[in-house]
Structure formats: structure tokens, C-alpha cells
């Protein structure tokens, strides 16, 4: 049964009709372009074929009640009476995104319905931003207000900041909310211009997920975070994204040693961001696969937010003869790297990557070939 159906079928259980609406809206792996959204720069991720989805109807009254078939758990908020969470849970992300709306001026109206979702949750392919820009989809429905992507993405990434007190750049709601089908969508994450790029023909995206979770990584990326601003703060900018490869060389030599690098993989990464979007105009995948290879170690050196396990799978990747090329994706320290390889070898390139992974570590990985896919959206009616 796909989640649509299941959505759709436990709609009907629980409320005795079909649903006004079905809505989706998707994870994202980032191709390139890591830890440079918070420092204003680019990003090239794709919405994968994994999604959060929610049937629903309108209801009368300011109220949204809504039942999670993966948390097996329902539960209810009223519109007029939005409680800040004291501990997560995943209503608080519904009731974030109405906080959110309403504070940007958007009118709301209540619904209720049924919420399911394929996105693994916390392996780094972002379910929260999923879930987040679903039920913002939903408010949309019911409520009528004009859909923009950025706006709403910029409304659910406040959600996740100030309502859920997660830190995170702008991109995974970015991508969730304005995703292309068939392609990668460069986001230049000062400006929220979009460019989509079409993926090298005869390639796939895997999605290589270690199976490791990411452990202290809230403090360690906040600390990336503030090394990044003290850069940008030493080279009188306003953030590392306005200082290009060639001026950060002459000047590299003022940082000390540990800001240089944090530094350097945020300046080169963002040069490697765009030179990839000029290699998938060109349908070069061995160049994308090239840059690729490149981030990982600028991540891994640089960035240092790379585990053995991350280490280990995209070496395994990377020495596969159907890759192109494979890096860690997300914030690090765990979750999933993501490959480009060769279409026709993708299917044999799980089974040996996996094995070369469980061989190296004796973690059992979890392999998915993707693909892109259109960003929120209402399928129904
Ligand atoms: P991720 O890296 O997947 O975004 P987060 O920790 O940021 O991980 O968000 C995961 C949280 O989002 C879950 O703990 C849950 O509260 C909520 N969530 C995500 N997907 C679902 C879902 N399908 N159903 C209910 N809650 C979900
Ligand atoms: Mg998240």
C-alpha cells in the first residue's frame, strides 16, 4: 500500500467519508553545498520519493486535531491557544507551523485528518521539514491563502527555529516547498533564487544511509556555526558566502589555524556548488561525481563533521566502478552519504556497497536509489 492509499483508507476509518484534500510534501538529500546555508551561500539538493503526507477536511471550528498512523497517537490544539512545547513531540511541529503562519499574518482555519509519512525520521533526510511543510499545505487547503514557496518555507523554517528551537538553515523547507521533478535545485540561500538543474543522463542519487545516528551534533553545529560568523565578522563581511576563493588565499593567513579551515571548506564548498551546477547543464557526471568527492573531504579535513561511519561508507561508494562520485550529506556525524552512480549499475552497486559497509563496520546500512520529485503539493482532489 503506498502512503496515499493509507492516508486515504484511514481517513475513511476514522471519519466515515473521503477527505476534502490529500497533501505531500517530501525529504530531500543535498547533492552538494553543505553547512553553507547558514553562511548564506549555495546549496543543490533534491526532494526525494519519500514524503510526508495528510488526508484531511475542514473543520468549523479553530481546532486542529490530527492522528499520526506512525505514532500511533492522536492529539489536538486550538488555533486561538498555541502552546509552546516544553519537550517535542511531533504535534509540536503542527502546532510550530500554525504559530508561524498566523504571526506572518496568514488567516487560519482549523482540520483534521490522518498523517503518515516514508521519510526515515532522523537519519538526515529531514521528515521534520517534511511534516513541517505538509501541514502547512494543509492550512493552505482549508484556509485558501496563497501558496508562495519561499514565504512558506521561510514561515516553517521559523517554526523549526523559534517554535521547535531547532537551528537549521533555510534549505530543507526550501527544497520540501519548491522541489522539481527530475531535478536538482540550486538555492542560493541569501536571495532564495532557485535554478533547477537536470541530473546527468544515465545516472541515479543513492541514498546511503549509515545506520548510525547522529550523536552531540545540536553543539557541534552550533559551534560551526559561530566559527563561521567570527570569519565572516574577521574579514568585515557579512557572511563567508561574500568572499570568493581567490581573496580568502591572500587572506587566509590572518585566521588561525582552526578558523581557517572551518572557513575554507565553506568558501571552496560554495565554488563547488556552482561549478557543479555547470557540470549537470553540461551533463558531465563524471565532474559532478568529481566535485562531489571533493566536498567529502573538505567536510572530513576542513569542516570535521564526518564519523568513521560516514568515512567508511563513501570510501566504499567511491570505490565501486558504477560511482561517480559520493559524499556525506546533511549535518554530519552520522545519518547518510548520497552517491552518484551510473543508472544501469545502481542496482548492483547497493548490494556491493552494503557489503563492503558491513564488512568495514559491521553497521547495517540501508541503500536507496531515488529519485527527484516535485516539492509540496495537493494530489487530492
Ligand atoms: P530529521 O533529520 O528526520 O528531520 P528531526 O529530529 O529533525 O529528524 O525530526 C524528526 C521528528 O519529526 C520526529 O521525532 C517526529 O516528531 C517528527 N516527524 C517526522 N516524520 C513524522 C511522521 N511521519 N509522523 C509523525 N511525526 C513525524
Ligand atoms: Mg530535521
Same mark, same amino acid.
Given at each position: 500500500?503506498?502512503?496515499?492509499? !493509507? ?5 475513511? $476509518? ?8 490529500? /497533501? ?53 490544539? $486550538? ?9 517535542? !513531540?511531533?504535534?509540536?511541529?503542527? *502546532? ?11 488567516? =487560519?482555519?482549523?482540520? +483534521? ?71 536538482? =535545485? ?12 537536470? =541530473? ?25 556555526? +559561530? ?10 563581511? !557579512? $557572511? ?20 581557517? !579551515? ?41 569542516? +570535521? ?23 556525506? *550529506? ?10 552518484? /552512480? ?7 552497486? /547497493? ?31
Amino acid at each position: 500500500m503506498t502512503q496515499l492509499e !493509507k492516508v486515504h483508507a484511514q481517513f475513511i $476509518a476514522e471519519f466515515g467519508e473521503a477527505p476534502s484534500f490529500i /497533501v505531500r510534501a517530501p525529504g530531500r538529500v543535498n547533492l552538494i553545498g553543505e553547512h553553507t546555508d547558514y553562511n548564506d551561500g549555495f546549496v543543490f539538493p533534491l526532494a526525494i520519493d519519500r514524503a510526508a503526507w495528510i488526508a484531511l477536511r475542514p473543520r468549523a471550528d479553530a481546532t486542529v486535531c490530527a492522528i499520526s498512523l506512525d505514532m500511533d497517537d492522536r492529539r489536538q490544539f $486550538a488555533l486561538d491557544d498555541l502552546r509552546r512545547p516544553a519537550e517535542l !513531540k511531533w504535534i509540536d511541529y503542527l *502546532t510550530g507551523v500554525a504559530w508561524a503562519l498566523a504571526e506572518r499574518g496568514y488567516a =487560519l482555519r482549523g482540520w +483534521e485528518g490522518v498523517l503518515a509519512g516514508d521519510v526515515p525520521i532522523g537519519s538526515g533526510l529531514s521528515s521534520s521539514a517534511a511534516l513541517e511543510l505538509a501541514a502547512a499545505r494543509a492550512f493552505h487547503c482549508v484556509s485558501g491563502f496563497e501558496w508562495d514557496a519561499a514565504a512558506i518555507a521561510l514561515a516553517c523554517q521559523a517554526a523549526e527555529n523559534e517554535w521547535l528551537g531547532v537551528k537549521c538553515g533555510i534549505m530543507d523547507q526550501m527544497i520540501s516547498a519548491a522541489g522539481v521533478q527530475n531535478r536538482a =535545485l540550486l538555492i542560493d540561500c541569501r536571495s532564495l533564487e532557485t535554478d533547477a538543474a537536470p =541530473l546527468p543522463d544515465e545516472s541515479a542519487v543513492v541514498i546511503l544511509d549509515t545506520g548510525t545516528r547522529r550523536g552531540l551534533v545540536d553543539s557541534a553545529y552550533n559551534e560551526r556555526r +559561530e566559527q563561521c560568523e567570527a570569519a565572516a565578522r574577521h574579514f568585515a563581511v !557579512k $557572511a563567508l558566502r561574500d568572499i570568493d576563493s581567490p581573496s580568502f588565499a591572500a587572506r587566509a593567513h590572518e585566521l588561525d589555524a582552526l578558523s581557517r !579551515k572551518r572557513a575554507r571548506h565553506v568558501i571552496t564548498e560554495n565554488d563547488r556548488t556552482l561549478r557543479a551546477r555547470d557540470a549537470m547543464n553540461a551533463d558531465d557526471a563524471a565532474l559532478l561525481g568529481q566535485l562531489m568527492i571533493e566536498s567529502h573531504i573538505s567536510l572530513r579535513d576542513d569542516f +570535521e563533521v564526518s564519523s568513521p561511519a560516514l568515512d567508511a561508507i563513501v570510501d566504499c561508494a567511491n570505490a565501486d566502478e558504477a560511482c561517480y562520485g559520493a559524499r556525506m *550529506t546533511g549535518a554530519g556525524f552520522g545519518g547518510c552519504a548520497v552517491a552518484l /552512480v551510473n543508472a544501469e549499475g545502481a542496482r548492483s552497486f /547497493v548490494e556491493r556497497v552494503s557489503a563492503c559497509y558491513i564488512a568495514a563496520t559491521g553497521n547495517q546500512p540501508a541503500l536507496y536509489v531515488t529519485r527527484a520529485c516535485r516539492g509540496a503539493e495537493t494530489v487530492f482532489p
